[in-house]
């Protein structure tokens, strides 16, 4: 039996702060591919220098599909994705500035494709924090900025074939 090493990321961008609580949670990373356009869904945060995926914590007893459909509703809108594969796993240690606590993240991988542009409204408060935006898959490795989604992305393009 083969046992896969998950990659450990220590964000230099938002490194972990000394004295600051430190949470651990489970969370995927989800990205999302338009096969008409070959665009992807990222978030562009406001009051972060985020360029990133989506990305949020698994809830009770939510697998990382449920969760990741979840949250990609709660933070685009949009309704109607389908699951294509899960890409792999990361773990990851930053401070988390949104929450004032530093975070270890073990991350969870998945790769969708819009389906149509199905939408639900989205709350004031994910408004308030981010902007989902498109990106051209092949600018997508520019407008990232934080260090486990360039692994994510990678893996991802093994499976969409570059």
């Known amino acids: 039996m083969t046992t896969?090493?998950?990659?450990?990321?220590?964000d230099k961008n938002e490194p972990m702060i000394k004295g600051k609580p430190i949470?651990?949670?489970?969370v995927v990373h989800?990205?999302?591919i338009d096969k008409k356009t070959q665009e992807v869904l990222c978030l562009d945060w406001k009051k972060f220098n985020?360029?990133?995926?989506?990305?949020?914590?698994?809830e009770?007893?939510?697998?990382?599909?449920?969760?990741a459909i979840r949250e990609v509703a709660e933070e685009t809108g949009y309704t109607n994705i389908s699951f294509i594969a899960e890409i792999g796993k990361t773990k990851s240690a930053f401070y988390a500035a949104h929450k004032g606590e530093n975070r270890i993240a073990n991350a969870t991988g998945l790769l969708f494709e819009l389906v149509d542009e199905s939408k639900k409204d989205v709350s004031e408060e994910e408004k308030?924090?981010?902007?989902?935006?498109?990106?051209?898959?092949?600018?997508?490795?520019?407008?990232?900025?934080?260090?486990?989604q360039f692994y994510i992305w990678e893996k991802a393009l093994d499976i969409l074939g570059r």
Do not use: A
């Open 128 to 148: 308030d924090k981010h902007t989902p935006v498109w990106i051209p898959k092949d600018k997508v490795t520019e407008f990232l900025n934080v260090d486990n």
């Open 50 to 58: 985020w360029h990133m995926f989506i990305v949020g914590g698994i």
């Open 4 to 10: 896969e090493t998950i990659p450990y990321f220590e």
């Open 60 to 67: 009770g007893e939510e697998d990382p599909i449920q969760s």
């Open 30 to 32: 989800v990205i999302i």
């Open 23 to 26: 949470v651990e949670r489970n």
